[in-house]
């Protein structure tokens, strides 16, 4: 089955500076990432999709300068969040689709715990 | 525009009871639907979804759910719950073609011995 592989699964930055965050498809080529935020007891959000080769498309109130995403390969997605502050702190979580579903797979990596100190 | 209600926010039920976690969506044609499970500080797992085809699902862990079209309704089902199974519960619907999936605000199951 479609496998998605996302790191760090845990990481702690200082207010200001820049974290990444990787999303790869193991098995398979994804065509289209998607990249969600989850608030502490909330559900997730999606914040934008990724197609491989162009730009990511954001949900509104999503700042792209800040969560750059690039979609450079079939089975690379990247988040930066840029200048990161103590509100950016949350669980974030990619969603690759390409896989033998249907609906191109669906799969979701284990997700990312950000702390901003 | 799709949207997912999951109406109860936590539920508690005793080890070897039944258990339904309610879901309706609203879609404008057939949906994907799927349940996913949630444990804490964990990423999602599928427990099942449902494309086309027959209307009760089979998932992973002893799990199903029922789609019901004049319900607009997608209920997770378990005959009987093991402790193991508190964790955090989210329904979602999924567009066909742009592939974007919408989820529910969660159920939080708690298993009392």
């Known amino acids: 089955g479609a496998v998605v592989s996302q790191h760090p699964s845990r990481v702690i930055c200082k207010s200001g500076t820049s974290v990444k965050i990787e999303c790869r498809s193991l098995d398979f080529q994804a065509t289209t990432m998607f990249w969600y935020r989850q608030f502490p007891k909330q559900s997730l959000m999606l914040m934008a999709t990724?197609?491989?080769?162009?730009?990511?498309?954001?949900e509104q109130g999503v700042e792209k300068d800040k969560f750059l995403i690039n979609h450079a390969s079939l089975t690379l997605s990247t988040l930066t969040v840029t200048s990161a502050h103590p509100e950016d702190s949350s669980f974030y979580i990619c969603s690759a689709s390409g896989g033998d579903s249907p609906a191109g797979g669906y799969t979701f990596g284990s997700g990312t715990r950000l702390t901003v100190v | 525009a799709q949207s997912v209600t999951q109406p109860d926010i936590h539920i508690t039920v005793s080890e070897g009871a039944s258990l339904e976690l309610r879901c309706n969506y609203s879609y404008g044609a057939t949906p994907y639907l799927f349940w996913y499970v949630q444990s804490p500080g964990q990423g999602l797992q599928l427990l099942l979804k449902y494309f086309s085809g027959d209307t009760l699902v089979q998932g992973i862990k002893g799990f199903e759910a029922e789609f019901k079209r004049s319900q607009s309704s997608f209920n997770l089902r378990k005959p009987s719950v093991h402790w193991s199974d508190a964790a955090e519960y989210f329904c979602a619907v999924g567009a066909r073609g742009y592939q974007k999936v919408t989820f529910g605000t969660g159920t939080k199951l708690q298993v009392i011995p």
């Open positions: 990724s197609n491989e080769g162009s730009k990511a498309t954001y």
